[in-house]
């Protein structure tokens, strides 16, 4: 088994997986020319960044089914950071649809300067926390997270790829983005999914019909999801993903938190989380209990 320093690349004070990530790919990244047509779906890891790669061609181009069943999700809508970028990136066609999970002051200086829009996808961390266990569990590229407490500590500090969940949230929070930027949660892409693509449209100015918002509601179900192969990794060698060890779409619900936190755990964590945004001018948008 490969120990974290063999598994990550330290950069600017982060972790990344090196089986995804390099300098190279990080550089590439930085110097990374934004459109002012992009969209970029920021997300702290297992809050539904692969749903937004669903999600996002579908709005963009009026419901084409085409993209989520020829594409793999990685190059269909690529990860900003990712080796793959620099691979699939001429391959794209405006408007191109990225996702990332860096925090904000690591988006590149264009980024800054284009119109390009961000969709800042948050998720319960607890919820995130239980999804990124079972995660380190079938992905070969990361560690073997340990016993459930010992993970639990490694998400709390930081220790853990792209770092503390309240930092993530706090540096997008803190953007200054104006209108380039909508919040949504995955609870609310669970509760009401058409919902959910409505502001997505509206944001992205895409005038959509109620048939074909719900051909794409339809079409990025967790049940149609895990069942398309171009978007359940089944397409990836066992050894970097295995999803007989924990499907990657592993149950796509709500609260899952509540079968894996002891009442400890669940006290511990909520606290840990409170005290890291107490002065925080922004308040969750949900509770932690
Ligand atoms: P669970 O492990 O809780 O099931 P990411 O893509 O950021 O890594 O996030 C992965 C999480 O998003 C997993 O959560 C996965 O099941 C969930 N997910 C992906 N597509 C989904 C969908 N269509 N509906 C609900 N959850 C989805």
């Not at 047509?37 to 963009?60: C, H, N």
């Not at 961390?125 to 079972?134: E, I, R």
Request: proline share 6%; hydrophobic share 40%.
């Amino acid at each position: 088994m490969s120990s974290p320093e063999e598994l990550y690349l330290l950069y600017r004070g982060l972790l990344f997986p090196k089986e995804t990530h390099s300098l190279e790919s990080l550089k590439f990244a930085q110097e990374f020319t934004f459109r002012d047509d992009d969209v970029v779906a920021v997300v702290y890891p297992k809050s539904g960044t692969v749903w937004m790669q669903e999600i996002l061609p579908l709005v963009l181009n009026g419901g084409d089914l085409t993209p989520i069943h020829t594409i793999p999700n990685w190059d269909r809508v690529p990860w900003l950071e990712e080796k793959r970028l620099e691979v699939v990136v001429d391959k794209l066609t405006s408007p191109r649809a990225m996702v990332s999970h860096l925090p904000y002051h690591l988006m590149p200086p264009s980024f800054l300067t284009s119109k390009a829009k961000a969709i800042h996808v948050m998720r319960n961390p607890k919820d995130a926390m239980v999804s990124s266990y079972y995660f380190h569990q079938m992905a070969g590229f990361l560690p073997d997270p340990g016993t459930f407490d010992e993970f639990m500590d490694s998400f709390l500090e930081g220790k853990v790829m792209f770092g503390k969940w309240t930092d993530h949230v706090k540096s997008w929070k803190h953007s200054a983005l104006g209108d380039r930027i909508m919040d949504i949660t995955y609870e609310e892409m669970v509760q009401d999914l058409p919902a959910a693509l409505r502001k997505i449209s509206n944001f992205l100015g895409r005038d959509l019909s109620e048939e074909t918002i719900q051909k794409i509601a339809e079409h990025c179900s967790f049940k149609t999801m895990k069942d398309n192969r171009m978007s359940n990794f089944s397409l990836v060698p066992k050894m970097y993903l295995d999803n007989d060890k924990s499907p990657f779409l592993r149950k796509g619900v709500v609260g899952d938190w509540k079968n894996h936190f002891s009442s400890e755990q669940m006290a511990k964590f909520t606290s840990v989380i409170h005290k890291e945004l107490e002065n925080e001018s922004f308040t969750l948008p949900w509770s932690l209990d």
